[in-house]
């Protein structure tokens, strides 16, 4: 099972949106509504951010937001902050009954 | 408080195993399954498997299929995993992580707790 297709670097300046995209196929990211995003720093284990393609667990800053479209999953940080600076990583359960994570998006805050 | 508690670093030569441990606490072990993730140096993070502490059921990732075993003692909280048959490719962070939700409900395939990572050398 090859890594979901995320950008390697994706930038913006405080304030501004961003959007990650992660890219499947119709076994993963298209086939089931479980698709889940994640925040990881350096040294730190990784932190759930949205889970279910568009829920967000207690405590995640409404900042975060998920969405789909077809076999592309996509993060969007609103009003971008120093603290967002981190790899983001999508995962998708697919249709073989395993997870599969994305090859990861540096997120830099201009 | 829900924590996931992990052994500590080991040093492996190559054709060894390796066999760490995840406890857990401040839940009900036998309700969640617990999956183990990896990432080596600049790469991304890795799916290896999961295990379901009530059954003892588990699933691997094609990849590892033949020298992974994920097991439980359950008496004690406590999830392993073993991977066998080492090789300097396999040099990385192991982490365990919880998934709160099961098939057909909200949060499959989502990990809210995660241990803190055990990092795992196989060197010569």
């Known amino acids: 099972q090859s890594a979901l297709a995320q950008p390697a670097s994706v930038s913006g300046s405080p304030g501004q949106s961003i959007t990650i995209s992660c890219t499947g196929t119709?076994?993963?990211?298209?086939?089931?509504?479980?698709v889940s995003w994640y925040q990881h720093n350096p040294g730190k284990a990784p932190k759930l951010m949205i889970y279910?393609?568009?829920k967000r667990p207690s405590g995640v800053s409404n900042r975060f937001s998920g969405s789909k479209s077809g076999n592309t999953a996509s993060l969007t940080i609103s009003g971008l902050q120093a603290e967002d600076e981190a790899d983001y990583y999508c995962?998708?359960?697919?249709?073989?009954?395993?997870?599969?994570f994305g090859a990861g998006t540096k997120v830099t805050v201009l | 408080q829900v924590h996931l508690v992990q052994s500590g670093a080991e040093v492996k030569k190559p054709g060894a195993s390796v066999k760490v441990s995840c406890k857990a606490s401040?839940?009900?072990?036998?309700?969640?399954?617990i999956n183990w993730v990896r990432q080596a140096a600049g790469q991304g993070l890795e799916w290896l498997g999961w295990?379901?502490?009530?059954?003892?059921?588990?699933g691997y990732a094609q990849k590892f299929q033949g020298r992974l075993t994920m097991t439980r003692e359950t008496s004690i909280n406590t999830a392993y995993m073993e991977l066998s048959s080492l090789r300097s490719e396999d040099t990385a962070v192991y982490y365990c992580?919880?998934?709160?939700?099961?098939?057909?409900?909200?949060?499959?395939?989502?990990?809210?707790?995660w241990g803190q990572g055990t990092m795992i050398t196989v060197s010569s």
């Open positions: 295990m379901n502490p009530y059954s003892g059921n588990t």
């Open positions: 119709s076994s993963d990211v298209g086939g089931y509504k479980y």
């Open positions: 279910d393609v568009t």
């Open positions: 401040g839940y009900t072990f036998n309700n969640y399954d």
């Open positions: 992580a919880r998934m709160f939700g099961h098939y057909g409900s909200s949060g499959y395939g989502a990990f809210d707790i």
């Open positions: 995962s998708s359960y697919t249709s073989i009954s395993t997870l599969v």
